[in-house]
């Protein structure tokens, strides 16, 4: 599993997968690789194995659907946010907002604050 900053990134994951999604819409997987690396500045430069069995446990999970895409010169499974992955991913960002609060609060932060809102 990646880490960034030394934190294992093994929490945060789907947050930032969902996330990812319901900004791009339905997309598939390297292009969702993509778009997270962009986001976030290339912090989350995040490799084909690790968010492949990510979003396939999200699928399983039934917080992502996905469907082949043929239409194109070559055939992709496209993923998309499913209504239950939209309530996991506003619970998940609930409880990132928490999180990044009590670690300002510990670290003498004012930057989280904006998160509260």
Do not use: C, N
């Amino acid at each position: 599993m990646p880490r960034f900053l030394g934190v294992d990134l093994r929490g945060h994951l789907d947050l930032l997968l969902l996330a990812t999604l319901q900004r791009t819409g339905p997309t598939h997987g390297y292009a969702l690789i993509a778009s997270l690396r962009e986001r976030s500045r290339g912090a989350f430069d995040l490799p084909e194995g690790t968010v492949y069995p990510a979003l396939h446990r999200l699928e399983r999970g039934g917080e992502v659907d996905s469907r082949w895409r043929t239409d194109a010169p070559r055939r992709r499974r496209i993923y998309e946010l499913s209504t239950t992955g939209e309530a996991a991913l506003r619970a998940k960002q609930t409880d990132w907002r928490a999180f990044a609060l009590g670690v300002g609060a510990v670290l003498g932060s004012t930057t989280t604050e904006a998160l509260a809102t």
